[in-house]
């Protein structure tokens, strides 16, 4: 998610390497970003089990793909991007949690309008990936944005958080490519693609 949008298909130069991990996702605005980075840095303070995401790679997963050639996600977002598909308003909602037992695994954020379009977005996003040879995605899709993972695989308990900020709603103009790949400080994220909404 750099400071300047990139050109509808355009694809930065990222190295030779063929194959990369993957995935489709909504950007968000700077603001919500902003705020929600500092949710999530007091937040870390109080809740230390939990890893969690930095304000620059908050973003809205529709369709996470894994590790697969390049080739193979740059196929499905060209046929993406030739087909129009519309803008919709977003408003992220209440805090939520994934659990295991008593213990929490993931901590999100869902949505509190917008979750449809979110829904039916992902839906052709799944369709055009079935087509391009990857597996069908097993889970229902539940639009939601994961703020923090447990750092055991059982989950920890929760603490009690800050309150959350309250946040605006925003228009979803653009779906991302993203690739993810670890750096030393964690994942790092970059857009391979960026398709219009409209």
């Not at 894994?66 to 992220?92: I, K, M, N």
Request: hydrophobic share 40%; charged share 25%; with cysteine.
């Amino acid at each position: 998610m750099g400071d300047e949008p990139l050109a509808e298909g355009s694809s930065p130069q990222i190295g030779p390497a063929t194959s990369v991990r993957a995935f489709f996702a909504l950007p968000l605005p700077d603001s919500e970003r902003m705020s929600l980075g500092q949710f999530v840095a007091a937040s870390a303070e109080r809740a230390p089990e939990f890893r969690w995401t930095p304000a620059a790679n908050l973003h809205l997963t529709l369709r996470f793909v894994g590790q697969v050639e390049r080739s193979v996600v740059e196929e499905v977002a060209d046929r993406l991007a030739a087909t129009s598909h519309p803008a919709f308003d977003l408003e992220l909602g209440e805090l939520g949690t994934f659990k295991r037992g008593r213990l929490v695994r993931v901590v999100w954020l869902g949505l509190r309008s917008g979750g449809e379009a979110a829904k039916t977005l992902a839906s052709e996003i799944e369709a055009e990936c079935v087509k391009a040879g990857l597996e069908a995605e097993k889970r229902r899709f539940r639009a939601h944005l994961t703020l923090a993972r447990a750092r055991s695989r059982d989950g920890a308990v929760l603490p009690a958080l800050p309150e959350p900020p309250q946040l605006w709603p925003w228009r979803a103009s653009e779906l991302v490519l993203y690739s993810s790949r670890l750096g030393r400080t964690g994942s790092v994220y970059e857009p391979l693609r960026v398709m219009q909404l409209e």
